[in-house]
């Protein structure tokens, strides 16, 4: 096969189009979420792109695969839009930053965490390290995580220079005015895009058809991160949204039924929490292994993950006082409060 034929096939596989010339490119992604979703909005002059992707070959490959097959180039690329800091999301962007001189928007706080991530003399990694020993993950998975995290600075290089926007402001997408959502919970600082005459949201991870977004308490995002997301969803289910734009699997109609399971999903989980630690207390660790252990497989980048989306749920818990912790030999013990 020719080298432009598999392109032109490749490309079929990663783009779809939506109402108004909407491309919707499919960007490939080495774990379990398999693509992330980047979106070309045309312009009177160009496109604007939302979240270009993870900087890895493969990525590279399908975005050069894709604007062949609809005849642009990098420079078409007019803006780059970025809804929130994640590496899926924001690891391309110095990248096509540099390919096609395009200003890359994103929000103070989410560009303040990405570099407390992947700045020069980052500590992010040794905070995580010993936030995970005083809630009882084994020394051996702890580094495998750090490992694992080190990976991330190549796939997010070389970083953008970025052009800051804030929620409550409004920006044209595609000749049409968008109101900037604050969407806390998943990543504080992300934003969601709506579009009033339309009811449209541009929606980042914060809400997923099939998938529950992941909400985790790291060093930088202490404070409630569940709370957050919860209030966030109770926020975002007041707009009248015909079609949703996530950052994962397809645009999706359901808006307000998707957010009615994910609240449910996590009352949930966190009744199933509150039920084990009242049959015994147990640390952070023992909780996650117990939940997702057999899940995980040993995988660092999905413990890492699970881990600290069992921290937030703990966290939420204890600030409800449904559960108490008390550190025995430096390690917090959680268990339920008796009503
Ligand atoms: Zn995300
Ligand atoms: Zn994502």
Redesign the pocket.
């Known amino acids: 096969m020719t080298m432009n034929k598999r392109k032109a096939e490749e490309a079929a596989v990663h783009s779809a189009s939506w109402q108004e010339g909407w491309l919707q490119v499919k960007v490939p992604v080495p774990f379990s979420l398999k693509w992330v979703n980047s979106y070309l909005i045309p312009e009177q002059q160009g496109y604007t792109l939302i979240d270009p992707g993870l900087r890895t070959d493969e990525a590279i490959n399908v975005w050069d695969a894709v604007l062949l097959r609809h005849g642009l180039h990098w420079k078409d690329i007019t803006r780059i839009v970025l809804?929130?800091?994640?590496p899926?999301?924001y690891g391309l962007a110095g990248y096509v930053q540099e390919r096609s001189g395009a200003p890359v928007f994103m929000t103070r706080g989410a560009h303040a965490y990405a570099i407390s991530l992947w700045g020069e003399g980052s500590v992010f990694s040794q905070q995580l390290q010993s936030l995970y020993a005083e809630h009882g993950m084994p020394a051996a998975l702890r580094a495998a995580i750090a490992e694992n995290l080190e990976t991330f600075v190549n796939m997010v290089s070389p970083q953008p220079e970025v052009t800051y926007f804030e929620a409550g402001s409004h920006m044209m997408l595609g000749g049409l005015s968008w109101l900037l959502i604050d969407a806390p919970g998943?990543?504080n600082g992300?934003l969601c895009f709506y579009q009033k005459e339309r009811q449209w949201m541009i929606c980042?991870?914060q809400v997923l058809p099939d998938i529950s977004?992941?909400v985790s308490f790291v060093p930088g995002e202490e404070g409630n991160p569940l709370k957050a997301f919860l209030n966030s969803l109770h926020e975002l289910g007041q707009y009248g949204v015909k079609l949703a734009f996530p950052?994962h699997r397809d645009p999706f109609t359901d808006f307000q039924g998707r957010i009615a399971e994910l609240r449910q999903h996590h009352e949930q989980r966190l009744d199933k929490m509150a039920a084990m630690l009242a049959e015994e207390p147990r640390s952070a660790y023992d909780v996650c292994e117990a939940l997702f252990g057999s899940r995980l497989n040993g995988n660092a980048h999905q413990w890492r993950f699970a881990m600290s989306e069992t921290l937030a749920h703990l966290v939420y818990l204890e600030r409800n006082a449904r559960i108490t912790s008390v550190s025995v030999d430096g390690v917090y013990q959680y268990s339920a409060v008796t009503p």
Request: hydrophobic share 5%; glycine share 14%.
């Open positions: 809804t929130h800091q994640h899926d999301h998943h990543a992300q980042g991870d977004p992941n950052g």
